[in-house]
């Protein structure tokens, strides 16, 4: 049982440090990821929304996870959000040869297959934390 909760706070504070570097870098360099938003392929009409929202949802989450009374909310708001992140790395991958891309910091410097390795990986212990969270959360707790 100690070895579920380990594990599981190691995964929550590895998303917890993913999005909130992610949402930071977003924010200090607004100007450039707002311009990259712009030009990126799908998502391009709606940058005005996405470059707050996105840093505001990555905060968000990374506050939930950071709280046990919160991390259950917080861990499925990240497996919503990794999935339509991934997802939009797998079309960009498969459908478009112009990938400008919308990541501050070091993420930044990653090729897009990488990218795509990082969010699936990322996805998967989102996964595993919700299943750890589940099976050691007793019953009579669980709604």
């Not at 049982?1 to 995964?11: A, D, G, N, Q």
């Not at 990374?62 to 708001?77: H, K």
């Amino acid at each position: 049982m100690k070895r579920k909760v380990i594990t599981l706070e190691i995964i929550c504070y590895a998303v917890i440090l993913l999005f909130a570097y992610a949402a930071l870098s977003k924010l200090f360099l607004y100007n450039i990821y707002v311009k990259d938003l712009e030009r990126s392929p799908f998502i391009g009409p709606y940058a005005a929304y996405l470059s707050l929202t996105l840093p505001v949802a990555e905060l968000a989450l990374s506050a939930l996870l950071f709280f046990e009374s919160t991390r259950r909310i917080g861990l499925w708001g990240s497996l919503v959000l990794m999935i339509l992140f991934t997802g939009y790395v797998g079309l960009i991958l498969g459908a478009v040869d112009s990938r400008p891309c919308t990541c501050g910091g070091l993420i930044r410097n990653l090729t897009w297959q990488q990218h795509f390795a990082l969010n699936v990986t990322y996805t998967l212990l989102i996964a595993l934390g919700i299943w750890l969270q589940k099976s050691i959360t007793p019953s009579w707790q669980k709604n």
